[in-house]
């Protein structure tokens, strides 16, 4: 068996950092005579193993989280009069910690993300939910307005959000295997949000303003348990290190450790360093990770905005604050047809794939080109059925309007959250970090300009201010189009996604070739019987 000395370059984004080791002819990894563990060598033991159904569990766990951390961001917002009233503040002064809140949960997903590729997702979202849950108590109990716009901030950075649990979803599922798993839980990411919205009006019209954190709290500890309780790591550099310490143990195989274990230091300086910037670093430079991210964030920014007229619109037929609050009912309707549509086009190229025919990952945003301008659509009927009952117009022409809006904000995050995931792979949850990024820091942004934009436009500011909405979303989903037909030339500037895919193409072939053997061993045995 001839070794062959091997230099390396970490993929880790320019960390600059060299392996020296020798891969032996079968291409395991030796160093200082430890046999490293990869993923073809333990493939049942990796979360791309589990069984559907053990995979499906692990999933409903990550949507109930992902419900949860949505709520925690707009049920905060029922809350506004009451603190206003309270502390004598003007409601715009009242969204502040709203604002501070999303801003800083946009710089939590991404601070999380690569921690929980270093050290395994589930002590990572474990301690990031207990953080959250920490700091829902102080503002339950706040003596003053800065508790809340300090505690807010810190809920905020302690939340690791979509990155990490899509980071999950990566560890259980191929690229080509994906997408049924990345629909469903796209579906609480844009769904927990309104669910807050929704449950919100009626905390805030039956209980008093603490339980808005409290329900919070409540929510998120059951949501903790069930996470503890339920949900295995996934990661595979954990699950790999498991597996070589039990075979040392057993005596299978005394040489062999994992990929964490080999190296000679956990964790230096120079990875930390890298490994806190890994998902800005992507942000900025991958122009997958920006595109999509900018698309999704823009998106996502004119949504906040607009559901913010849903008082002052819907107060013109006599709704109260329960009322409005059921007004987002046909938003959340919007995203279950959103994802139901999904399905059908996710069937037929997964059939076609299957089949042996190669298709491009642009694929993945084909549905996305039909349902992308009913935002624009949805934004302009509600802007002008927003005129009220004086013109004859009934309560429930702004809301299916609403429903369209909806349907393309799904549409929107889905593909583009796909799209990421499959280019990036054991990197998603840093991909996507650049999407949430985006999103979130957009959105806390919107909540401080949204309010003023629905009143301070002069002659007709509800339909004004819609419109102005409605006009920027043509712009902002011209990109799609421009990814779609041009994405393999903005893939071919992108040379870690490029990387990723050697390495996928490397890994199958070695897996093949492995099990290739196995059943050359089997015909052999049972030939000498």
């Known amino acids: 068996m001839e070794a062959v000395p091997e230099t390396e370059r970490d993929p880790n984004f320019g960390e600059g950092k060299e392996l020296q080791e020798e891969r032996t002819e079968n291409g395991r990894i030796i160093k200082d005579s430890k046999i490293e563990l990869q993923d073809s060598d333990a493939w049942d033991k990796l979360g791309y193993s589990f069984p559907t159904w053990r995979k499906w569990q692990i999933l409903m766990v990550v949507f109930l989280i992902q419900i949860s951390i949505n709520m925690n961001a707009s049920m905060y917002a029922n809350g506004v009069s009451g603190i206003s009233e309270k502390y004598g503040l003007s409601k715009q002064v009242a969204r502040i910690p709203q604002c501070t809140f999303l801003v800083a949960y946009a710089f939590g997903c991404e601070l999380w993300a690569p921690w929980s590729e270093e ?60 997408e049924y798993a990345v629909a469903f839980l796209v579906l609480s990411s844009v769904g927990g949000s309104v669910v807050g919205a929704i449950g919100g009006g009626f905390v805030e019209e039956y209980l008093s303003l603490p339980w808005i954190f409290w329900i919070q709290l409540i929510v998120g500890g059951f949501v903790q348990a069930i996470h503890f309780i339920c949900n295995p790591e996934t990661r595979a550099t954990v699950l790999l290190d498991r597996e070589a310490k039990r075979r040392r143990k057993t005596g299978e195989d005394p040489n062999v450790y994992g990929p964490n274990e080999i190296r000679e230091q956990r964790l230096t300086f120079k990875e930390f360093h890298t490994i806190a910037l890994r998902p800005f670093y992507m942000f900025f430079t991958e122009p997958i990770v920006l595109w999509l991210s900018l698309l999704s964030g823009f998106s996502d920014a004119l949504i906040f905005t607009f559901l913010q007229s849903f008082q002052p619109v819907y107060e013109q037929w006599g709704f109260g604050t329960v009322g409005v609050s059921l007004a987002f009912v046909p938003i959340l309707i919007g995203y279950f047809l959103a994802y139901f549509s999904y399905l059908p086009s996710i069937h037929h190229f997964r059939g076609q794939r299957r089949s042996g025919k190669e298709l491009s990952p642009e694929v993945r945003l084909w549905w996305l080109l039909f349902l992308a301008p009913l935002e624009t659509i949805g934004l302009f009927g509600f802007a002008w059925t927003s005129l009220g009952p004086s013109h004859g117009i009934p309560w429930i022409a702004p809301m299916i309007f609403s429903t369209l809006i909806a349907i393309a904000n799904y549409a929107i995050y889905q593909s583009s959250i796909d799209y990421q995931t499959a280019a990036y792979g054991p990197y998603a949850a840093s991909a996507t970090g650049g999407n949430d990024l985006a999103r979130d820091f957009l959105a806390g942004i919107a909540a401080l300009y949204s309010a003023p934009m629905y009143s301070n436009i002069p002659g007709r500011p509800l339909e004004y201010a819609s419109t102005i909405l409605a006009c920027l979303a043509i712009l902002v989903t011209i990109p799609i189009y421009i990814v779609y037909w041009k994405g393999p030339d903005i893939r071919e500037k992108s040379k870690f996604a490029l990387s990723l895919d050697k390495s996928r193409q490397t890994s199958k072939e070695k897996r093949r070739k492995s099990s290739l053997a196995a059943l050359e061993g089997e015909v052999a045995r049972k030939e000498s019987v």
């Open 119 to 178: 050290y395994g997702r589930w002590p990572i979202q474990q301690l990031s939910l207990f953080l959250v849950n920490i700091w829902q108590i102080p503002c339950a109990l706040a003596p003053n307005f800065a508790t809340y716009i300090v505690c807010r901030t810190l809920g905020g950075l302690s939340t690791a959000g979509g990155s990490v649990t899509l980071g999950v979803l990566a560890d259980m599922w191929e690229p080509d295997e994906q």
